[in-house]
């Protein structure tokens, strides 16, 4: 079993005796690990180095660790501006702690080997990573130490402070800005379980990051990245951005579930720093808590622990979750204190598992020696606040308020996005024929572009021009030649049979073809297709220059496997010089560019070489 006591700490000296007293030396020389967990919002060196001289000297083989915080969980207790002292005494597990100076643009190299350090503790079964993001770059720490393959889960934060200037982490007798720590938990009796929370919803609709370095975001849908939260929620970018930002962040999906990301700074140009990576092409939405939602996932987070039924649980809270929650965070952490005693701190960034850093997130980790109880665990219960809770009809007004606003927001947002996804399938549709217009051609080519680039699969790319057009046009009238072509539009798209295609009307009377993942043969043998089912309509065309009596097309074909460093223009460019080659060769030709890009005559009429 995993016996706990805790102190709230004003003076060092307090510490001291309470390490020094007979129970918890007691405790202490029965264990077979100990761990003290220092959680802090005094950012004073010097007080924090005497916590750690009092820790190491009471308790000279425990491990001893911690962080400044923006918020301190004792017992349940949501507490601000104090310092907790949490004392961890395992009866059958060993906990071992190491530590490292970070280096700039060495943190993922770093993060490796304190990884590789664990790797060879026998029976690991948890480890916590603490460090400071507002020093190093914590995201690529956390992604070289989950690199590593370790037969355990990974949980722990980013330290801070209340101020978000300075931040501290501990480690032994070490206090350091920049230090890297990881506790490694050991033990053939010892189990581990880990959740984590968000309960944020999308409150906008889609947009996509087109431009990211980095950490930092430069652009979304092509405009400066600041802009959707000036145009959207009317914060500028000043100093007060991230307090006014820190409720509303970008949620992106990661497989089945969302993750946060908080800004922590807008400049004059418009460019998002972020504290872990953000990729481009990535999709999101701005979102803001749902408290419904919250409330069911904390919910099943609760009742999965009990479950579990764990000695002690350790949670691991972000910063911006408690300014945002309110007086209704307090409800939060307490929900798990009835299930066992309960500690932790808020953090500027979550750790849980292998995914990456985490915003705005609750992670909840609960250790237990010994073989689970062979009984039924109660059904967990929000605590009330307040005794007189259930009988005020003012309590808790910000959360039934927000509730409101948010189901108003959620109704209005539905509304919008159905029209606005009416508008915007017609604004990528041809007026005359139906299908794909320019604009929405010239999207997907660049999606295509950046998606063959990614995998490493052929692009192919037909462009398709109907024969002396401006002929047929004059000799039959515009109306004959309105309907040709949406007939020649339906023939494309019939020839077509994988729903990745894509069919356009590129302009007056020449189409396009996009087929991802296609060679060559396969570009070839769509323009065939399509050769022959054209030919097949038998739309009279007296006036025709391509040597026929009836409507013909000509086709350029380019195909590549385009690499990083190249423009989508050279694919688009060598289909447009191969159906030029059909056109100047007498028409109703097929055309296919050849690797150095020269036209090479392919096929005429039915397609034969």
């Known amino acids: 079993m995993i016996d706990t006591l805790s102190l709230e700490i004003d003076h060092p000296e307090q510490l001291a005796f309470f390490l020094a007293s007979q129970s918890v030396q007691q405790k202490y020389l029965r264990s077979s690990g100990c761990l003290v967990l220092l959680y802090s919002a005094n950012v004073d060196q010097f007080f924090l180095s005497q916590l750690l001289d009092a820790a190491t000297f009471w308790c000279p083989k425990a491990v001893v660790a911690g962080a400044t915080s923006t918020g301190e969980i004792r017992h349940g207790e949501t507490l601000l501006g104090k310092t907790i002292a949490t ?176 800004p922590l700074g807008a400049d004059e140009e418009g460019n998002l720093e972020f504290v872990s990576k953000v990729s481009d092409d990535e999709e999101f939405s701005l979102g803001f808590v749902h408290p419904e939602l919250l409330e069911q996932q904390l919910l099943c987070l609760n009742q999965k622990m009990a479950a579990f039924f764990p000695d002690t649980v350790l949670l691991f809270s972000c910063g911006c979750r408690r300014f945002v929650l309110l007086e209704d965070i307090l409800d939060e952490t307490r929900s798990f204190e009835k299930i066992a005693p309960t500690f932790g701190f808020y953090t500027v960034s979550e750790i849980a598992a292998e995914r990456g850093l985490l915003n705005l997130s609750l992670v909840a980790v609960g250790m237990r020696e010994g073989a689970k109880p062979n009984v039924r665990p109660s059904p967990p219960k929000f605590v009330e606040p307040d005794g007189i809770a259930r009988l005020d009809q003012f309590a808790n007004t910000h959360s039934r308020i927000l509730k409101r606003l948010l189901h108003f927001i959620s109704a209005l947002n539905r509304e919008l996005e159905g029209k606005n996804r009416e508008m915007e399938k017609l604004s990528y549709l041809d007026g005359l024929t139906g299908i794909a217009n320019r604009r929405r051609f010239d999207r997907r080519l660049e999606e295509d572009w950046r998606s063959a680039i990614r995998s490493g699969r052929p692009l192919s790319l037909l462009m398709i021009d109907v024969d002396s057009f401006k002929a047929f046009n004059d000799t039959y009238g515009h109306l004959a030649g309105d309907d040709c072509l949406r007939q020649l539009a339906s023939k494309m798209s019939a020839s077509v049979s994988r729903g990745t295609d894509l069919v356009a009307r590129y302009g007056g009377e020449e189409f396009a073809v996009i087929m991802p993942n296609t060679d060559g043969r396969g570009g070839l043998k769509v323009a065939r297709e399509i050769h022959k089912r054209v030919a097949a309509l038998a739309i009279p065309h007296s006036d025709s220059q391509a040597d026929s009596e009836v409507v013909t097309v000509s086709i350029g074909i380019s195909c590549m496997v385009p690499a990083a460093n190249e423009d989508v223009d050279k694919l688009q460019h060598a289909a447009d010089r191969a159906l030029y080659q059909a056109k100047s060769n007498g028409r109703n030709l097929i055309v296919k560019a050849s690797d150095a890009f020269v036209p090479s005559l392919v096929a005429k009429d039915t397609g034969t070489l």
């Open 87 to 262: 004392l961890y005494f395992f009866e059958h597990s060993s906990v071992t702690l190491e530590s490292i100076e970070s280096e700039p643009g060495c943190e993922q190299e770093q993060g490796r080997t304190l990884a590789e350090r664990m790797q060879g503790l026998r029976d690991l079964k948890a480890a916590l990573l603490l460090g400071n993001p507002l020093k190093c770059n914590f995201a690529e720490v956390h992604a070289g130490f989950t690199s590593v393959p370790l037969p355990c889960p990974v949980f722990g934060g980013g330290a801070g402070d209340y101020a978000m200037e300075q931040a501290w982490v501990m480690a032994g007798k070490l206090c350091s800005q920049t230090a890297l720590v990881v506790v490694g938990f050991s033990g053939p009796s010892l189990d581990v379980e880990l959740h984590d929370v968000l309960g944020w919803r999308r409150m906008t609709p889609s947009m996509r990051i087109t431009s990211a370095t980095g950490n930092t975001v430069h652009t979304i849908d092509n405009r400066p990245a600041g802009d959707i939260y000036k145009e959207f929620l009317g914060i500028s970018a000043d100093r007060q951005f991230f307090s006014n930002a820190l409720g509303f962040p970008l949620l992106i999906r990661e497989g089945k579930q969302l993750v946060a990301k908080v």
